[in-house]
């Protein structure tokens, strides 16, 4: 029987698994990386291109743990782990413009600007 304690279950043990998966204690750069491998992975890979651009914001050991969390994600989750760090790393105008322009430079480096990436941009803008 699907009872409001029963929905209410769901949802305390989703978000529970969500912050196993994403920790609370991200650095920006961690959180940054996070965001980068999401918005490069938007049409289904992340090509090489796209991470030496990522690579060159954080040092190798974290990039491989944090591509590591991200590959354990679905979109979910990974929107989700956007949104639990927003108040703290995108808490202003300037620093969502910022991250918005990252991610936009990380969809430009393979010289395409993809419909699904201008849309994810666009919801991101909306969202964050």
């Not at 936009?104 to 964050?128: C, G, T």
């Amino acid at each position: 029987m699907c009872t409001l304690e029963y929905l209410r279950t769901i949802t305390v043990s989703n978000c529970e698994q969500i912050m196993q998966k994403i920790p609370d204690n991200w650095t920006y750069e961690e959180f940054h990386t996070f965001a980068l491998l999401y918005a490069a992975n938007i049409d289904g890979a992340v090509s090489n291109a796209e991470e030496e651009l990522i690579l060159k914001q954080i040092d190798p050991d974290s990039y491989k743990r944090i591509k590591a969390i991200f590959e354990s994600c679905d979109d979910a989750d990974c929107l989700d782990g956007l949104l639990q760090y927003r108040s703290k790393y995108l808490g202003t105008h300037a620093d969502k413009e910022r991250m918005l322009k990252d991610m936009a430079a990380v969809f430009e480096v393979n010289h395409r600007y993809l419909q699904i990436e201008r849309e994810l941009l666009h919801l991101l803008d909306r969202m964050l």
